[in-house]
């Protein structure tokens, strides 16, 4: 009697692939809500496009929001790009932020993902 079902699989080797649901999902932004200790969080932001200043950008977000921040660049991110974090649960205004075209970025809803409790 053999056991089939007992083969080594890998369910993410399709991820590995250069294909192109890949280079698809780097097209998103990711807002991430990271717990620290006790009631304290970070906000952090991947994936927003080289073309915006993301040292101008934290500079008004940061000001906008009243919190602190800071950009982890890609040899401290490891490859994710340069992300933006900042002090706080900033899901929503980040958001309102990135979509509003009058005093923000002006991009599009559907490429942000916003993620989190």
């Known amino acids: 009697m053999s056991i089939e079902n007992l083969k080594s699989y890998d369910p993410f080797a399709e991820a590995d692939d250069d294909s192109g649901q890949t280079k698809q999902t780097q097209e998103y932004?990711?807002?991430r809500i990271q717990q620290?200790?006790?009631r304290k969080t970070l906000t952090t932001v991947q994936g927003i496009p080289a073309k915006f200043?993301?040292?101008k950008i934290l500079k008004v977000v940061k000001k906008d929001f009243a919190c602190n921040g800071t950009i982890i660049s890609d040899t401290e991110s490891k490859g994710m790009g340069e992300v933006i974090?900042?002090?706080?649960d900033q899901?929503?205004?980040i958001k309102e932020f990135l979509t509003n075209k009058e005093e923000g970025l002006g991009l599009d809803e559907k490429t942000i993902k916003v993620h989190g409790f």
């Open 91 to 93: 899901r929503l205004k």
């Open 29 to 31: 932004i990711h807002i």
């Open 36 to 38: 620290r200790n006790g």
């Open 85 to 88: 974090q900042l002090q706080g």
């Open 53 to 55: 200043d993301h040292k």
